[in-house]
């Protein structure tokens, strides 16, 4: 292999290298952008994470001492969950 087969080939590599570059920012920034609005809900859960808190050891302590009406509250509010997504559908 004589120097100019040398840097034909360290040119090459290096090209291959400045490409990796550039496809593993734009694969970074897709990777944000796709992300973001998960983030985005993640601060909000962390904002009120102190009351989450607390609401969820009361329903522990709830269920551990009834947990017929833990359940029945949680049926409750899944219905009424399924009701208000119904009506957004309905109202669009």
């Not at 490409?19 to 992300?35: C, E, K, N, P, T």
């Not at 993640?42 to 808190?53: A, F, I």
């Amino acid at each position: 292999m004589n120097r100019a087969e040398r840097r034909a080939r360290k040119a090459d590599l290096e090209h291959a290298i400045e490409q990796q570059r550039i496809d593993l920012l734009v694969a970074a920034s897709r990777w944000q952008s796709a992300s973001r609005s998960i983030d985005r809900g993640w601060q909000v859960l962390m904002r009120y994470r102190v009351p989450l808190l607390l609401v969820g050891g009361t329903v522990i302590y709830r269920t551990a001492r009834r947990p017929g009406g833990v359940v029945r509250l949680a049926g409750r509010l899944a219905t009424g969950a399924l009701l208000v997504k119904k009506a957004r559908r309905l109202l669009r």
